[in-house]
């Protein structure tokens, strides 16, 4: 079956502009993760979703980050103002549920310039 | 909070050897759950092996089994008869067992490249 798909697979914006990241997870996948990977910090991880809601926003970096997920499928990243330090790898993860194994997406590489 | 340290940056092998990566981590949970990755250049991050720790048989998976020491919080992974597809960036996660608001949350370490050789 199809695995976690993300897109755009490469972003390259402008500082101060919003940019959106998209995830569609394994299809009955109820837990959706983001992850974020640069240089600097690692793998770290951003929020994760149980169905629709989010119990767990702490690591959101700043009020600049955002995510949503509608319909218990499909989740955006929104990164308003973006700032060069948001230059990464974003992955997103889904699973069964909380407690099981996480499937990757191919992630999106956001360039800041 | 948990940490999760790889010390090993870098490691070779020639195809066919076997290899060691290690890993350590730091939690005053009693339940979690540990698991390996594995980040080829393609940037797509695979399960290659999970470990719960409420139990003490550690975990294989065809060529790729674990060395599981809760006391000394320490979770290596074994490689034998590598093979070139094996080269890839290997993490060390964390996850603690459902409760709370933190379950789901991997916590990775820093990362091993592995190289194998021809």
């Known amino acids: 079956g199809a695995g976690v798909s993300q897109s755009p697979s490469n972003k390259v914006t402008e500082k101060g502009k919003d940019v959106e990241l998209r995830c569609d997870p394994i299809?009955?996948?109820?837990?959706l993760y983001w992850y974020r990977q640069s240089l600097g910090q690692g793998l770290e991880f951003l929020i994760y979703?149980?169905?629709?809601?989010?119990?767990?926003k702490s690591g959101l970096p700043s009020d600049r980050f955002s995510a949503e997920r509608t319909g218990g499928s499909v989740s955006t990243l929104t990164i308003q103002r973006t700032q060069q330090e948001d230059s990464a790898v974003y992955l997103c993860?889904?699973?069964?549920?909380?407690?099981?194994?996480?499937?990757f997406g191919p992630g999106t590489r956001l360039t800041v310039t | 909070a948990q940490t999760v340290t790889q010390s090993q940056p870098e490691m070779s092998v020639q195809e066919a050897e076997t290899v060691t990566l290690s890993c350590t981590y730091d939690?005053?949970?009693?339940?979690?759950?540990l698991f390996w990755y594995k980040q080829p250049p393609s940037r797509q991050m695979i399960l290659v092996i999970r470990?719960?720790?409420?139990?003490?048989q550690n975990a294989t998976e065809n060529r790729f089994s674990v060395n599981f020491q809760k006391a000394a919080k320490s979770f290596s992974l074994k490689i034998s008869d590598s093979q070139l597809g094996d080269t890839a960036m290997y993490f060390c996660?964390?996850?603690?067992?459902?409760?709370?608001?933190?379950?789901?949350?991997?916590?990775f370490g820093q990362g091993t490249i592995l190289t194998v050789h021809p």
């Open positions: 993860a889904s699973s069964w549920t909380i407690n099981y194994e996480q499937y």
């Open positions: 299809s009955g996948h109820t837990a």
């Open positions: 979703f149980q169905g629709n809601s989010a119990p767990d």
């Open positions: 939690t005053s949970e009693s339940n979690y759950y």
């Open positions: 470990q719960e720790a409420y139990k003490q």
């Open positions: 996660a964390f996850m603690k067992s459902p409760g709370g608001t933190s379950y789901g949350k991997l916590t």
